[in-house]
């Protein structure tokens, strides 16, 4: 005979508490993941756009014309180094190139000591008007280049700068100096302020502060704006096209290579052009390749003040 403080007791106080959540955090998890392959679905396939017309280009560039028509997804049979040369010499792809990397050059140069002065000073110094500034320099952002071509023009051949380098650079800064100001600004407000009290403690004018303790500390960000400038400048074909159309010696390589493809519609030299083409992207390429590091972390080193 069993008494009643034997009974086993299985009423709800006794129940094992069911799992409460689980069910809702299996959905949660189900969704990231569906969110997560999708994403990886995504960066797929705008990696095989991308990828695949850059590798194409690059293999058109060592086959001749038969070639390039017949089997356009084939190996080359072979290397032909000729039409690189050919567009080198003959299409003045050489010429084009350093023109390219003068106005390259000077143009990022002065983008990124203007910019990084502009939004230095906009990100650690109040003053009347500083927001009013800030928006004039970030609204450039929205406005397209091609609505300002004809003014533009006018204004280059006013100043006699039209159909040389230095115009074409000074609008490079021009047309670079709005996102250049709006990234380094956000990038400027994160350093520390301890630092620049610390330099001013010591010391230091407003200009040594700036270039021997505030640029260096910048200098992810810096990268990151300065790469992004170099592909801008570096791809641009609009304004060349109108500031240098009757200079032809001082064309840049976009300028030459679309010579080039009018040309090729009469001559058929495709294979110089896909040349002409993969000197264009490879150097670009190469810039990113070895400055990946360094523009991810200036891209998240603002992320965390």
Not at 124 to 129: H, L, S
Not at 209 to 221: C, R, S
Not at 227 to 238: D, H, L, M, P
Request: proline content about 5%; hydrophobic content about 50%; overall charge positive.
């Amino acid at each position: 005979m069993t008494t009643q403080t034997e009974r086993p007791m299985t009423g709800p106080a006794q129940r094992k508490p069911a799992p409460t959540g689980k069910g809702g955090d299996r959905r949660a998890k189900s969704e990231v993941r569906l969110l997560s392959n999708l994403g990886h679905l995504a960066l797929v396939v705008w990696a095989v756009i991308v990828i695949v017309p850059i590798l194409w280009t690059f293999l058109a560039s060592f086959k001749n014309t038969t070639e390039i028509f017949s089997s356009p997804w084939t190996l080359p049979g072979e290397l032909r180094w000729e039409n690189w040369g050919r567009a080198w010499t003959q299409a003045r792809v050489g010429r084009y190139f350093v023109n390219s990397v003068i106005v390259v050059a000077f143009g990022v140069f002065g983008t990124m000591l203007l910019g990084s002065m502009a939004a230095y000073v906009l990100a650690r110094y109040k003053f009347v008007g500083n927001r009013v500034v800030y928006y004039l320099f970030v609204s450039g952002l929205a406005f397209p280049v091609f609505l300002a071509l004809v003014p533009l023009f006018f204004v280059v051949d006013n100043l006699g700068l039209l159909n040389s380098h230095t115009g074409l650079v000074l609008v490079y800064i021009a047309y670079s100096l709005p996102f250049t100001v709006f990234f380094l600004a956000a990038f400027f407000k994160t350093l520390p302020t301890s630092v620049a009290e610390a330099g001013m403690i010591d010391g230091c004018s407003h200009t040594r502060l700036f270039f021997q303790v505030m640029l260096p500390m910048a200098k992810p960000g810096l990268i990151s704006v300065g790469i992004f400038n170099i592909i801008g400048q570096w791809s641009q074909y609009q304004l060349p096209l109108v500031l240098l159309s009757n200079a032809e010696d001082k064309w840049v390589l976009t300028q030459g290579i679309a010579d080039i493809s009018v040309n090729a519609g009469y001559e058929a030299d495709w294979s110089g052009l896909f040349a002409a083409l993969s000197m264009a992207i490879l150097p670009m390429i190469l810039v990113y390749a070895i400055f990946q590091r360094q523009i991810q972390s200036g891209l998240t080193a603002g992320a965390v003040k």
